[in-house]
């Protein structure tokens, strides 16, 4: 079983930025493909930024491409979610996500984060 647990939440206003962190309390994340998720109220899970786990590539949801950066700290054990000019829309339970197999996660997972709440105002 892995933990995940998601930090860096927050209320900011829009064109602010967030840093969210994912680490696992007693594990390393280097040999997992790693994912950012997030849940609006309402809404379903969607897709926000995936890292690769054997290149390091990055895929991104088109409503964050150049706003967004996810990366790997440089211990492999923490996972961030650079978030620029957020706007009022990136307000949800954003969600960390882990998988040994697949090299890339940008759906379903078997391990999750318990969420953090980002909260964007005008």
């Known amino acids: 079983q892995v933990q995940l647990v998601e930090s860096g939440g927050g209320l900011v206003q829009a064109g602010d930025s967030l840093r969210l962190s994912c680490a696992p309390p007693?594990?390393?994340?280097?040999?997992?493909?790693m994912g950012w998720f997030r849940q609006a109220p309402g809404k379903v899970r969607e897709f926000v930024a995936a890292i690769n786990r054997n290149d390091g590539s990055t895929d991104y949801a088109d409503s964050v491409k150049g706003r967004f950066t996810i990366s790997r700290g440089s211990a492999q054990n923490t996972v961030y979610l650079l978030m620029n000019s957020l706007k009022q829309e990136d307000t949800a339970v954003y969600y960390c996500?882990?998988?040994?197999?697949?090299?890339?996660?940008?759906?379903?997972?078997?391990?999750w984060g318990q969420g953090t709440q980002v909260t964007v105002s005008s």
């Open positions: 996500a882990a998988d040994p197999l697949r090299p890339l996660v940008t759906t379903g997972s078997p391990y």
């Open positions: 007693r594990r390393t994340l280097s040999r997992y493909a």
